[in-house]
Every structure is written in structure tokens, then in C-alpha cells.
């Protein structure tokens, strides 16, 4: 709402001074009704906070609310349709060019030149002022209070997400034992055809934690040859759950739509061996009777052992299924889990000793109100998270009015409410559109991000600013990652945060709230007679799974189109020319669309795009068919998001310079991707190394900028890497968090220079077989470092400072790590990587773990895991490590010195004895 008024208000009469006298005569009758509208706007919206919060309760208030918003819509409508006749006037004239002016009001000022355009517009905002003057009244019987304007809630910091995801949701033994209790019950008792468990509980009280936590269970997924876990909306298709539960169990469905056909299938898959289908969230025993139990029955009667696991909340769903069960109870949090589940919502605070202690009788009183509900208690740490550690702001939680509302379906949790209520208005709008995405679905950071802006939820703080759509996907990450620390998205995977998924009581609370203006439509539908260019209005397109192999021709006549999404559209194999006309584009990604889509001439005009995923380099045979090179990404300035691929069709550095990818001031995500098929495919020595000084060459000039946080170089064939990955290049790179190296194929060694990353959490480097030994400078670098101007010597320089977590995997030949253990005179905060918390080695020939790593000053580290390494003997002197996994380590003889040891799996390891395993 605001936006409407900044956008039309406040610079119409400073644009007076720049008309003629007649124009000025027209537009100062318009301007009156602005004038209005803004009046009008301002009046409404101090009410709106109230309006919002009583709306819950009273019927009226939400046909109020709802007459506003579809008020504001017709708003947005209107400065639409006025920025459109401004470019049919622009380009008459032969200009191309963006205006920079705040808003529309420039595009208002040049469409009112057009008597007949002006005549019209005045009409409607006229019709419109008449309507909000109507609801401004209305509003008066409601009594609303004024709450005044929400202030901006302090963003995130982004520490909380790098954090272990599974463990900020999992606390105290008894989810420990109850794993372990039904993870036996699943692998022991064989004999049977088909069996069912149900985990049964109210909304939010942790069963489908407790159901990922038995599948995952090495036992559980070695026990059973063919595993299934599907997602059970209320709503669901039929057809399409037998194909996902095909494609789950390792089968082909082949695209078939008949029911009978796939159920046929789904009992071949089934029938490769024993099995376990894990249905979670069950609302009903349709889904079962109508299309999982015929298939399931008839596969179990090929082998013994089968067994079915669901999540309910419905006492008597086992018994319905009609086979033997058993039935599991999951109860509330006792106080000491529930406050140990709160801290864990809560980042640490430097200096505090005792944390939370000071706050913990307050914190206990709204656990109780919590009722041992972990999503509950997660949610409410997640709004303490962004509070002040005061015992007055945490009672003012405990008092919050959101506790004893009245009017929520009572499946539905207040705390939740409490924390939604915390939101700014902005926040809210964002939280609520990630209930579209249907249950089970991932909600992708890289396209919430840009449609949360295409619906004009992103605002600056200065829209005043002639860089006034610069900083919106900031804004809207900063939004994103205040959701996943607020707990109302979680992570799905520890490393990143790129992609989250909602809980379904916490969708079916955002589902409640917006259940006025919001539909999901699932049914593949297609009338096949619409024109994508008559969606005058449209900001985002997203394809998804289509056979489509090409884009309108006339794609450019959607003028505020900013975002097109191409994904898995394997049949497109180019873009249309008048793509480089849309002018407003932000985003263009192609993830998983053809190999070889080319993208035309002229691409390097779409100098508003921030993010562009997908983008293929051609062979220079391709030059002169109208087709851009990679020199085309030059004058893209703004972007913030960039992967290219066939980075080997790259014949020279020069072209590869010209890209200016080092200049990109605003990169924080780029990833490097080449191809070596062909390479490994040739004969000549003499052109194979030719063309890998070529490939060395160019991923010298492809030196990321310095604010880039994320980095991925793939399929890289040269034998040795970069010198931006080197000492002392790499002290630039201070806000890089996240690096993967995969498919080094030719690479002898690794870079000297990693040591030295600053911001570094995640490194991850796999399938390098060309690499044989570590060296102590891979942490421990040993020349000058050099840092802000001053020379460091290496010795004084803490090495991997923040590195959380580090997995290094198929460096299939690796057999020697040098790596010494640090004199005495170093302190415990001083060790190279004083920060690793989970460490994961696979697939070598690494005979031990060298001493530096193994180090009884090696605080940190909580998870060890060891997969295929062939020459391993023994594992010792990991003294803070909690979870140890070790799998298929024939030599594996001695387990030593892990005294906090709290889990532990051995897996093919047949020589280890267990009087060689000492925990102490």
C-alpha cells in the first residue's frame, strides 16, 4: 500500500515545472486526484495493523480488508497501464532506455501527453478515490485502533542457518531410545509378509522428525533393499503418487497415466526385494485403500520382512489398513528437553558465560504455554532469537495479547500466531505467499526470492533513492533468511540454506490467514489457445517439466516481465531475439533445460539482470550465426547470481576476460562448469596439453570478485588451479563461505591458499583422483600472508578460521596427509580449523588420520564420519566427537580416545574387535 502512495504522490508537482502550459493544465486536474488517493491511502493505512489482528475474529473486518486490498490492486493496475503507454511514447521516439525515475510518475507524466490515454486514466482514478473514500468510512464502525507503522525487524545475521539443521531440531534421549526401539522392531522380526507402525500425535509434535529419524537409520537403510518415503497431502493425485512411489523404489514409470498400469509397476518394484514405505502426514485411508494397498499386498507375498510406517494424527489409521500393527505414541517434551530445544533456536551471545540462565524462569513459563509442542518451542525461539536478552522483552513475549486469541481453527498452534503477529508487514506478506507452494515441495531461495519482488512485497527503506530497485534481492534475502531463523521455513540440509520446505501445521496457520486472495491450482491443466504476450501485467514466468522448445517470438511485448524460470525443459534449444528487448528482466535461469540452448546477440542490453543460471558457452564455429558469445556477460554489472556452463568451448583468455567477472562488485554466487568429455577423449598428447594451458589460462582471468560467498568450480581439466586460490591471492576473498570443488579430475594438488579464507564454513572437494598427498600447506600455509596492508608471517595466521564443515571424497589415490600436531605453545583457539564441527573422508587410501587432525585440543568437532577407505587401521584421539559412522573400512583394527562418544555404527569393518573400541 505504501508503495502505491510513493510511487504516484509525492513527484508530481516537482514534474510540473518540466510540461508545456496545456500539459500542465491537464495534468493539474489529474494531480488533485492523486492528491486524493494519497490522502485517502494515508488515512486507511494506520488502521491497517488493527484491521489485520481483528480480521482473525470478526467476519466483517475481513470484507473490509479485503475490499482494501483488491482496491490496492486496481491501484497497481493503473500504473501499469500508465508505464505502458509511456513506452509505446518512448519508442515512437527511437529510445530504448529505462527511466530512472523514482516509481512510475515519470511513465505518468509521459502517458498523460496522450489526450485520449489521459481522459481515460483520470476516469478510473476517479472511480477509484470514490471506492477508498467509501471504505474509509465503513471503517469507522469497526473502531480500529491506531497501532501505528510496523518498524523493520532486525534482519538476521545469517550465523543461525549455517548451523546443524537436525540437531537444532532433535534433543534428549528419549527421541534417542524411541529410534533405536522402533529402528530394532523394523530389522529384527522378519518373519511376515506386511506389517504396519504408526507414530501417532498431534500437529507439531515431532513424528515425522522421529520417522526421518528411523529411515535414515544406517540399520534401517541397509536392512531393506528397496526404501519409499512419500508425502500424503489431503488433496492428492492419485496417479502421480504412484509414480513418485515408482521413482522412489528405484523403477521407471515411463510417463504412463494409467492407474492399473502403474500399480502394475509399482509391484515389479517392489518385488526387486524387501521394502519399506514410510507415508507421511496420513489424514485418511484413501490413500492407501484406493491406490497404495493393492501393489503393496501383492509384492509382499515375494518376500518376507515388508513393512509400512506412517505418521497420523488419527488414533485408529492402522487399524484401517487391515494388517497386523503397531501403534506409537509420541509424547510432549519434558521441561528439561523443551529448554534445551529453546536454546538451541538461540545463536550464541560472545561473553556470556551462562547463556540463558539468567532468563530460564521466564523462558519455562512459555515452554508451559507451549505444551510441550517441539514446533511450538522451536518457533517461539525463533522469535526470541531476534529479541534482546532482557528478562523484560522476553515477559513481554510471555504476555503477548496473541496468546489468548480467539477464532484460530484450534488445530492451529498460537504460538505460531504470536510469532507471525512479530512480523513487519512485509515479512508477513512474504511468509504467507510461501503457502502456495503445495505440501512436500521445496521452496527454493533462488525463485521465492524473485517472485516475492515481482509481487511487490520488496520495498527499500529510501524509495526515494535513484537506485531504488538496486538492492532488492538483498532486502529479499535478508527476508528469507529471517524466516528460516524465526522457524517458520526450515532448512533442508545442513550445509546450506538455498532451499527449505514449511511445516504443515505452520502451512495450514499461512493458509488460514491468506485464505481470502490466495488459490493453488495442482491440476495439470492446459487450454493450449492462450497468448503468453496478452498477460499484459505478468512479472514472473515459470516453466517446470513441459515439452515446450521454445519462448514466444513475441515475448517482448510483456513489458514488466522480470523474471523468467526455464526448469527441466529439456526440448528448449534457443531463446527468441526479442528477448534482449525486456528490458526490466532480473532474472533468466535455465537450470536443467537443454544442453545446448543458445541465447541471442544483443543479450549484454539486459543490463538489469541479477541473476542468470544456465547460461552456455558455444564453440566459436558458432560466431557468426547470430548467437552471443561469453563476452556478452561484460557489461552485466548488476548480477548477483551466475553459472556458466561449457566453459571448455572457451578457445582463448581474452574472451574469457571480457566476460569482467572479477569486476562484478554485487557476485555472490557464481559457479564454473566444464565439460572434459571430449577431452578425455583425445589421442594426441600434444593437443591434450595444449588444451589444458588453454583451460588454466582462462580460469585465471574467471577470478571471482571479492564478494562472492559461494563458489563451485566443476569438471575442471586443468592440471593445476588457479592463482587466485593461491597464497596470498586469497585473503581478498574475505566473504567466501561456501566452496566446492568437484570433478578435478587432472588436478596434482591442492591450492595453498584455502587456509587462508576468512569467512569460510562449507568446503567440499570430490572425485580429484589425480591427488595422491596433502601437504602441511594445505593447512599451514608457508609463505607471507598478506592481510589489510600488513604482512602476517603464516605461523601467527589461525588457519581455516571458521571452517565448519569439511567433506573430501573419491580422492581415490590419496594415501599420505602431512599434517603435524602443534607444539604446546599453541592455544586450543590457535589450531588450524579450531571451528570443524563435522568432518567427512571417503573413498581413499589414507592409512590413518594425521595428528593435527586427531588432536586432544580439537574441541569442536561432533561428527566423524569415515566411508571406503581401503588402508584405514585405526581411528584415535577425537576426544569431542559425539557421532561416529564408520562403513566399509576392511582394515579397520583399533577405535581409541573418544571419550564423549554418545553414537556409534561400524559397518563392514570385519577386523574391528570390540575390545579394541576404548571411549575413554
Known amino acids: 500500500m505504501a508503495a502505491i502512495l510513493d510511487a504516484m504522490g509525492p513527484y508530481v508537482m516537482q514534474l510540473i515545472a518540466d510540461m508545456a ?56 493496475d493503473i500504473l501499469d497501464l500508465c508505464q505502458i503507454e509511456a513506452d509505446k511514447q518512448r519508442e515512437s521516439k527511437g529510445s530504448s532506455t529505462i527511466e530512472k525515475a523514482p516509481g512510475c510518475c515519470r511513465a505518468l507524466l509521459s502517458c498523460l501527453r496522450n489526450p485520449v490515454f489521459a481522459h481515460k486514466i483520470g476516469s478510473r482514478i476517479k472511480e477509484l478515490n470514490q471506492r477508498l473514500d467509501n471504505i474509509y468510512e465503513e471503517s469507522h464502525k469497526f473502531n480500529f485502533i491506531n497501532l501505528g507503522s510496523h518498524p523493520e525487524q532486525r534482519m538476521s545475521t545469517g550465523e543461525k542457518v549455517t548451523s546443524e539443521f537436525v540437531e537444532s531440531a532433535i534433543v534428549g534421549e528419549k527421541i534417542e531410545r524411541e529410534t533405536r526401539e522402533l529402528a530394532q522392531m523394523l530389522t529384527i522380526n ?37 526404501k519409499i518415503w512419500l508425502s500424503i497431502t489431503q488433496h492428492f493425485d492419485e496417479v502421480e503418487h504412484l509414480r513418485t512411489a515408482i521413482e522412489h523404489a528405484g523403477g521407471v514409470h515411463g510417463g504412463v497415466q494409467d492407474k492399473t498400469l502403474l500399480s502394475r509397476r509399482l509391484t515389479n518394484t517392489l518385488s526387486m526385494g524387501r521394502f519399506l514405505l514410510v507415508l507421511d502426514d496420513v489424514w485418511s485411508n484413501v490413500a492407501w485403500s484406493n491406490v497404495l494397498s493393492v501393489p503393496i499386498r501383492n509384492a509382499s507375498k515375494n518376500q518376507q520382512g515388508n513393512w509400512v510406517l506412517i505418521t497420523t494424527r488419527l488414533e485408529d489409521l492402522a487399524l484401517r489398513t487391515g494388517a497386523s500393527f503397531y501403534q506409537h505414541h509420541v509424547s510432549p ?27 530460564k524462569v ?55 500466531y504470536l510469532s507471525y503477529e512479530d512480523l513487519s508487514p512485509q515479512l508477513k506478506q512474504c511468509f504467507l505467499y510461501c503457502s502456495l507452494f503445495p505440501k512436500g515441495t521445496t521452496i527454493w531461495q533462488r525463485n521465492v526470492v524473485p517472485m516475492w519482488i515481482s509481487e511487490g512485497f520488496i520495498h527499500p527503506p529510501d524509495r526515494s533513492s535513484s537506485s531504488y530497485d538496486d538492492w532488492l534481492e538483498e532486502i529479499a534475502d535478508g527476508y528469507y533468511q529471517e524466516l528460516i531463523t524465526r522457524n517458520l521455513i526450515e532448512p533442508e540440509s545442513a550445509l546450506t540454506a538455498y532451499s527449505c520446505t514449511m511445516h504443515d501445521v505452520v502451512r495450514s496457520f499461512a493458509e488460514f490467514m491468506s485464505k481470502e486472495e490466495s488459490l493453488v491450482v495442482q491440476d495439470q491443466q492446459d487450454d493450449g489457445g492462450t497468448k503468453i504476450s496478452h498477460l499484459r501485467h505478468l512479472r514472473y514466468l515459470h516453466l517446470e517439466d513441459t515439452n515446450i522448445c521454445r519462448l514466444p517470438g513475441d515475448i517482448h511485448r510483456m513489458k514488466f516481465l522480470q523474471h523468467i524460470v526455464v526448469y527441466r525443459c529439456p526440448q528448449l534449444d534457443h531463446l527468441p531475439s526479442s528477448i534482449t528487448q525486456l528490458l526490466h528482466l532480473r532474472t533468466l535461469s535455465m537450470y536443467g533445460s537443454h544442453d545446448n540452448v543458445l541465447i541471442p546477440k544483443g543479450f549484454g542490453q539486459l543490463k538489469n539482470l541479477r541473476i542468470l543460471v544456465g547460461f552456455r558457452v558455444h564453440s566459436d564455429k558458432n560466431g557468426g550465426t547470430g548467437w552471443c558469445s561469453l563476452e556478452e556477460i561484460g557489461p552485466l554489472s548488476q548480477l548477483r547470481d551466475l553459472t556458466l556452463h561449457g566453459l571448455e568451448n572457451v578457445s582463448a583468455s581474452s574472451s574469457a576476460g571480457m566476460a569482467m567477472i572479477s569486476s562484478k562488485e554485487h557476485l555472490d554466487y557464481l559457479v564454473l562448469h566444464w565439460s572434459s568429455t571430449g577431452f578425455m577423449g583425445l589421442r594426441d598428447e600434444t593437443n591434450k596439453q595444449q588444451q589444458q594451458r588453454v583451460v588454466e589460462e582462462v580460469i585465471e582471468v574467471l577470478s571471482p570478485p571479492s564478494s562472492i560467498r559461494h563458489l563451485s568450480i566443476m569438471g575442471y581439466f586443468g592440471s593445476r588451479l588457479p592463482n587466485w586460490m593461491m597464497v596470498p591471492a ?18 596434482t594438488q591442492l591450492p595453498d591458499g584455502l587456509c587462508q579464507l576468512p569467512s569460510l564454513e562449507t568446503l567440499l572437494i570430490t572425485d580429484a583422483p589425480a591427488i595422491k598427498s596433502v601437504g602441511p600447506e594445505f593447512q599451514s600455509p608457508s609463505s607471507l600472508a598478506v592481510g589489510g596492508g600488513i604482512d602476517v608471517t603464516a605461523s601467527s595466521v589461525v588457519a581455516f578460521p571458521n571452517l565448519a564443515t569439511l567433506i573430501l571424497a573419491f580422492l581415490c589415490e590419496w594415501e599420505e596427509w602431512v599434517w603435524e600436531e602443534q607444539g604446546e605453545d599453541v592455544t586450543v583457539d590457535a589450531v588450524a580449523m579450531p571451528a570443524l564441527k563435522g568432518l567427512e573422508i571417503g573413498n581413499c587410501k589414507l592409512s590413518c588420520l594425521p595428528p593435527g587432525l586427531a588432536s586432544s585440543r580439537r574441541h ?8 571406503k577407505m581401503s588402508n584405514l587401521t585405526y581411528i584415535e584421539n577425537f576426544p569431542s566427537v559425539v557421532e561416529l559412522r564408520v562403513f566399509d573400512c576392511p582394515k579397520l583394527r583399533r577405535i581409541s580416545n573418544l571419550s564423549k562418544l554418545h553414537k556409534i555404527e561400524i559397518l563392514y569393518c570385519p577386523n574391528v574387535e570390540i575390545s579394541q573400541i576404548d571411549l575413554q
Open 860 to 867: 569442536a568437532l561432533r561428527e566423524l564420519h569415515l566411508i
Open 333 to 359: 517434551l519434558n521441561e528439561d528437553d523443551a529448554w534445551s530445544l529453546l536454546n538451541k533456536q538461540l545463536p550464541p551471545t560472545p561473553g556470556q558465560v551462562h547463556g540463558t540462565d539468567h532468563l
Open 362 to 416: 521466564v523462558g519455562m513459563k512459555i515452554i508451559r504455554k507451549c505444551g510441550g509442542l517441539p514446533l511450538a518451542i522451536k518457533v517461539m525461539g525463533g522469535l526470541l532469537s531476534t529479541k534482546p536478552r532482557s528478562e523484560g522483552d522476553w515477559e513481554a513475549v510471555l504476555k503477548h495479547h496473541a496468546w489468548s486469541v480467539a477464532g484460530l481453527p484450534k488445530e492451529l498452534d498460537n504460538a505460531i
Open 190 to 226: 522378519g518373519h511376515h509378509d506386511i506389517k504396519v507402525v504408526a507414530i501417532v500425535g498431534t500437529g507439531g509434535m515431532g513424528k515425522t522428525t522421529l520417522a526421518q529419524k528411523i529411515f535414515n537409520e544406517t540399520t534401517v537403510q541397509e536392512h531393506f533393499k528397496v
Open 730 to 747: 586469497t585473503c581478498g576473498f574475505k566473504s567466501l563461505r561456501i566452496l566446492r570443488m568437484d570433478k578435478l579430475h587432472y588436478c
Open 21 to 76: 502550459t496545456e500539459e500542465v493544465k491537464m495534468l493539474l486536474g489529474i494531480s488533485g486526484d492523486i492528491e486524493k488517493l494519497e490522502n485517502n491511502m494515508e488515512s486507511i493505512k494506520c488502521f491497517l495493523a488493527d484491521a489485520e489482528r481483528k480480521r482473525i475474529t470478526e467476519l466483517r473486518v475481513q470484507r473490509w480488508v479485503l475490499k482494501l486490498k483488491n482496491a490496492m490492486y486496481d491501484a497497481t
